[in-house]
């Protein structure tokens, strides 16, 4: 037999384990670890949402198995949702799915749709389900720039040029994990023109699409007129109510693809718990200032710790979404790579990052840096990395080095 199962082959050791073990070695020591790391929402879900999952749950016919596509009334609701905010009219029935989450329908999507070989173009760096949902369907991955620009549309049709056979689909995720990319609809238009010429599915994820700080909210790739003909969405409710243990998401868009979604899942599970279906109709549905919220809250986090990063004399681009900032790294520590990075500044500054290989080779030059903690723990954490900087080592050793008041 062999030492691994096939596909498990194909899936390389977990590029945060390095970083994690260091955390907990370094936690189990008493040590105070700002995490930075993972893209957890800190803040709680909303009251009237909770209410309505404890309400729902007390009907003991919730308890039942629930409806794998997802119970209507959620499924309106989701319609609704993309009627009122990007004016794009869904049928609940035909072009709307719910799923455990974004990250689960991106898989078992790839798993429908997916022959062996296929070949998938998929943005580098890029959030690791986005490569590794096809790769494990038995696909091949090619990359291609993360900027939602003309260089992306350039090597898009290089891609369908060079590629034997040829791509299958796209994935696209503005605005962007990790590198906080936010696309305009323009850029949108030009993408579905290229698919709708070489007959290429694109699955859109827009997990973050209500995590903006500018005026313009980020746009629907459903905008674009006749993008359903060719193009799926896939949202959360994850970091928009702050609910990301819940696993409430959806795909929504060509009705193809939602039958192929809808049958795959059918074979794998009954849905999400009732009364969570329930609790996420009322946060679609109910009042949004909680939305208004949480997009205050980040920004504020992201101007603290952009500011301060600065500040420290770490160059780092403000994102203009998403929950994250993408940081490249320092100049005298570029020659380390994002992993040993990571832990130097976790050893030195107690400041636990995403090292940017994690999301593709092509991110090695930078970290992640997530805005999941309160603005008085993102003083600390920038006051520990000036420190750290300003000792001017670029050499991990035992004895970590902090500001005096750290």
Not at 106 to 116: D, G, I, Q
Not at 136 to 164: C, F, K, N, Q, Y
């Amino acid at each position: 037999m062999t030492d691994e199962f096939h596909r498990i082959r194909r899936l390389p050791p977990y590029v945060f384990a390095e970083v994690n073990q260091a955390k907990a070695k370094s936690r189990a020591a008493g040590e105070d670890i700002i995490d930075l790391g993972m893209g957890n929402p800190d803040s709680p879900t909303p009251s009237h949402i909770v209410a309505k999952l404890v309400e729902a749950v007390q009907d003991p016919r919730t308890h039942r198995y629930s409806v794998s596509k997802g119970i209507p009334g959620l499924r309106r609701a989701l319609a609704s949702y993309y009627r009122r905010r990007f004016d794009v009219g869904l049928d609940p029935e035909t072009e709307v799915i719910a799923t455990l989450g974004s990250k689960e329908g991106l898989a078992n999507l790839a798993a429908a749709v997916t022959s062996p070989g296929d070949t998938i173009l998929v943005p580098n760096p890029s959030y690791p389900i986005h490569q590794f949902g096809f790769i494990i369907a038995g696909a091949s991955v090619r990359s291609v720039p993360a900027t939602p620009d003309a260089e992306m549309l350039r090597a898009l049709e290089r891609a369908v040029r060079h590629s034997v056979p040829k791509p299958t689909a796209l994935i696209v995720n503005f605005p962007s994990n990790p590198t906080a990319y936010v696309a305009d609809l323009d850029f949108y238009r030009e993408l579905v023109a290229f698919a709708k010429r070489h007959d290429i599915w694109i699955l859109s994820d827009l997990a973050y699409a209500e995590l903006y700080f500018g005026d313009t909210p980020p746009p629907s790739v459903l905008q674009v007129p006749g993008a359903k003909e060719i193009a799926v969405e896939f949202t959360s409710l994850s970091k928009t109510y702050s609910m990301p243990g819940w696993r409430m998401g959806f795909a929504a868009g060509n009705p193809r693809l939602i039958t192929a979604l809808t049958r795959m899942k059918s074979y794998l599970d009954y849905g999400a718990f009732t009364p969570i279906q329930v609790a996420a109709v009322a946060a679609l549905n109910g009042p949004q200032d909680c939305v208004q919220g949480a997009r205050d809250l980040y920004r504020e986090r992201r101007d603290v710790l952009i500011r301060g990063l600065h500040a420290a004399g770490w160059d780092v681009p403000s994102p203009a979404g998403s929950m994250f900032a993408w940081a490249p790294l320092p100049g005298r520590f570029a020659h380390l790579g994002s992993v040993a990075f990571s832990k130097l500044l976790l050893e030195r500054a107690r400041v636990a990052v995403a090292p940017g290989i994690g999301f593709g080779e092509h991110g090695d030059g930078h970290v992640r840096i997530a805005l999941v903690e309160n603005t008085q723990r993102l003083r600390q954490a920038v006051r520990n990395i000036r420190g750290f900087l300003g000792a001017g080592s670029n050499v991990a050793d035992s004895a970590p080095l902090l500001p005096a008041h750290a």
